[in-house]
């Protein structure tokens, strides 16, 4: 199949740092070239990839120039696949809701995955809209909120089974890893840490909008022995940081429509303490890669029940479940499907022959 992929223009593919849904894309994308398709990638210059890239803004915007116009480089990702619409079977998009209305009109079969929570409000009116739009979730509670969708299935993330090298030695501290925002829970990692008698490792960036959260709610207890700040981590110091670890502590306070840190945890053999929140309770199988808990106290315990885990299952159960090979085979289906639908469609729009017409056909 011919395969445009549309990808989001705040990081590079893959990210140099911070960026879930960026690292997503670069390994589909990956994975279909290595399963015999033309993959198309729409992404920033700076991007790499081993199918053909197609550079619409020459640096990712996070990283890039600074006051560079995100709106101006969505115009030109637009245009893009505007004008090259008709080289592909498939277009498969990750950048939401924006390039509905132009896809729509395409005549492409096209299918939208969407990364991120879809209980804000006003999607409602969005997916009214657009009733035959295709869309893909990560998981099944992330659809929740928008069941009058077009689904047409849920594909969960996975990364190559090569990437993350595990380890089966019992870790030296607990991890956080993520956002230092008030929703991904690093106070309550605090708390579980201290209350374990663990030392807390966290790797994470401080958004802007969030620096008074880090000043007044965390740094007071970021005292560079029994928890340390060592910022964001790229691939290479993500590998020893997750593998290093006891466990993974994921004590999130939002409906997560993924987490792709738990199945990176996984890879390194390292299990996941986490709260039943969003898509827990389908990636963690509770007792085997992790525990799933509902509370500080739970979560305290569990940690003192690491040791009942074995980390060679961990990661028995991650080349299982959430290998890229899966994850590409997956979306491989999904393209199928559309493309079928979409030529059956027109078929079925295809005018019936008149009785003259039959007849001279008949007579010939």
């Known amino acids: 199949m011919r395969i445009a992929q549309l990808a989001p223009l705040a990081e590079s593919v893959p990210p140099k740092l911070y960026g879930g849904t960026e690292r997503v894309v670069a390994w589909l994308v990956d994975e279909l070239v290595d399963l015999g398709h033309d993959v198309t990638l729409f992404a920033s210059g700076d ?46 998009a990750h950048i939401d809701w924006l390039p509905l209305p132009l896809l729509s009109r395409l005549g492409v079969p096209f299918l939208t995955t969407v990364h991120g929570r879809l209980d804000l409000p006003g999607l409602h009116h969005v997916i009214r809209h657009f009733p035959n739009a295709s869309f893909v979730s990560i998981s099944q509670h992330q659809r929740l909120p928008l069941a009058d969708a077009n689904w047409s299935g849920t594909v969960q993330h996975g990364l190559p089974v090569n990437l993350l090298r595990p380890s089966y030695e019992e870790g030296s501290y607990l991890a956080f890893l993520g956002r230092l925002s008030a929703e991904k829970g690093p106070e309550d990692a605090i708390r579980i840490a ?75 053999g390292t299990p996941v303490i986490a709260y039943r929140s969003g898509s827990v309770p389908e990636v963690i199988d509770d007792g085997i890669t992790g525990f799933i808990v509902d509370s500080e106290e739970q979560a305290i315990s569990a940690v003192n029940q690491l040791g009942r885990l074995d980390r060679r299952k961990v990661r028995a159960r991650f080349e299982e479940r959430f290998s890229a090979r899966r994850m590409g085979r997956d979306y491989e289906g999904q393209y199928r499907k559309l493309i079928a639908a979409a030529r059956a469609g027109k078929a079925a729009l295809q005018p019936s022959p008149t009785r003259e017409q039959d007849l001279g056909q008949n007579a010939t």
């Open 194 to 268: 201290h209350a374990a008698g663990k030392p807390l490792r966290i790797a994470a960036k401080i958004p802007r909008a969030e620096t008074a959260y880090y000043k007044k709610q965390l740094q007071p207890h970021i005292d560079g022995e029994n928890v340390r700040l060592v910022g964001e981590v790229d691939d290479a110091k993500k590998q020893p940081f997750l593998a290093g670890a006891a466990a993974l502590l994921f004590p999130i306070d939002w409906p997560e429509p993924f987490g792709l840190v738990m199945i990176e945890a996984m890879a390194c």
């Open 47 to 92: 991007s790499r990839t081993r199918g053909t890239l197609h550079p619409v803004w020459p640096h990712a915007l996070r990283l890039g120039r600074k006051g560079a116009d995100p709106s101006a480089a969505c115009t030109l990702l637009l245009e893009a696949i505007a004008r090259r619409a008709s080289d592909f079977d498939v277009i498969h």
